[in-house]
């Protein structure tokens, strides 16, 4: 799977989506919805999605739900600044294998940064407790704006 191919609808965040595979909700509105990262790059890393769009990459996306995932993203953003106050916030998003894309349902990672330390590994470091995502996903919907 990379730039080219159908949406399986059983992917992991459409699973999500639909309540079928649990997440750590930071965010929800009619169109989009902010999820911690189990395999979070740095503490406190957030995906964005779209609920209903099959677009697999922002190469596909239309417009109108381009514009929804990004306002969110930006949501997200400034509560994971308030809650978690990172030195800085980095916005990722990945299309096609080659890219590092793993997940392919379009999504934006939220990723908070800390000076002087180093990016963790792309979708395959160590699965994150539980526990501190609820805590953090619930410190970052109490910030949201
Ligand atoms: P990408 O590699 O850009 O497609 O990003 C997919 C992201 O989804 C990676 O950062 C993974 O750590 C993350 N991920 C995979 N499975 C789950 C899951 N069940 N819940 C939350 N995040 C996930």
Redesign the pocket.
Known sequence: MSLDGTYDPDN?FAK?VRGE?P?AKVYEDADTLA?????P?ASGHV?VIHKRSTARNLLEVDDADLAAVMRTTRKVARAVRQALKPDAIAIMQ?NGAAS????YHL?V?VIPRTEGVPLGR??SGGMADPKVLAEQAAAIAAAIR
């Open positions: 992991i999500i595979a997440s999820f911690m990262d189990v395999f790059q995906l990945f590092g894309q793993t997940v999504h990672h792309h979708a």
